[in-house]
C-alpha cells in the first residue's frame, strides 16, 4: 500500500511563494510517474503539473513559468515550487503517484490560499 503525504501549503500574499512537498512510501517512486493536481470550490479537479520517471515534465498553461515540479528519488518526494502566486491559485493541491489503472494513489490534498 502506497502513502502520500503533502505539506508545505498555507496562506501567502499575491506574488509571493509556497513548496509543496510529497513523500511517497513504499519501493515504486522512482519508476511512478508523479504529478500535482488542485481542486477549487466548485470546480473540478485539475492537473497541474507531472514529472516522468526520466524527469520530463508537463505543466498546466495556467501555471507555465510560475511553478516548478522537481523529483528526488533518494528521498521519495516530489515538489512544486510554486512562484509569483495569484488569487486564482488558491484550491487544495493533491499528490498522485501513477503507474497504471490499479497503480494510481492520492494524497490527503493541502489548502493553498492565496490572500491579501
Known amino acids: 500500500q502506497v502513502q502520500l503525504v503533502e505539506s508545505g501549503g498555507g496562506l501567502v500574499q499575491p506574488g509571493g511563494s509556497l513548496r509543496l512537498s510529497c513523500a511517497a512510501s513504499?519501493?515504486?517512486?522512482?519508476?511512478?510517474?508523479m504529478a500535482w493536481y488542485r481542486q477549487a470550490p466548485g470546480k473540478q479537479r485539475e492537473l497541474v503539473a507531472a514529472i516522468t520517471s526520466g524527469g520530463n515534465t508537463n505543466y498546466a498553461d495556467s501555471v507555465k513559468g510560475r511553478f516548478t515540479i522537481s523529483r528526488d528519488n533518494a528521498k521519495n518526494t516530489v515538489y512544486l515550487q510554486m512562484d509569483s502566486l495569484k488569487p486564482e491559485d488558491t484550491a487544495v493541491y493533491y499528490c498522485n503517484m501513477y503507474m497504471s489503472k490499479t497503480f494510481d494513489y492520492w494524497g490527503q490534498g493541502t489548502q493553498v490560499t492565496v490572500s491579501s
Open positions: 513504499g519501493s515504486r517512486f522512482r519508476v511512478s510517474l
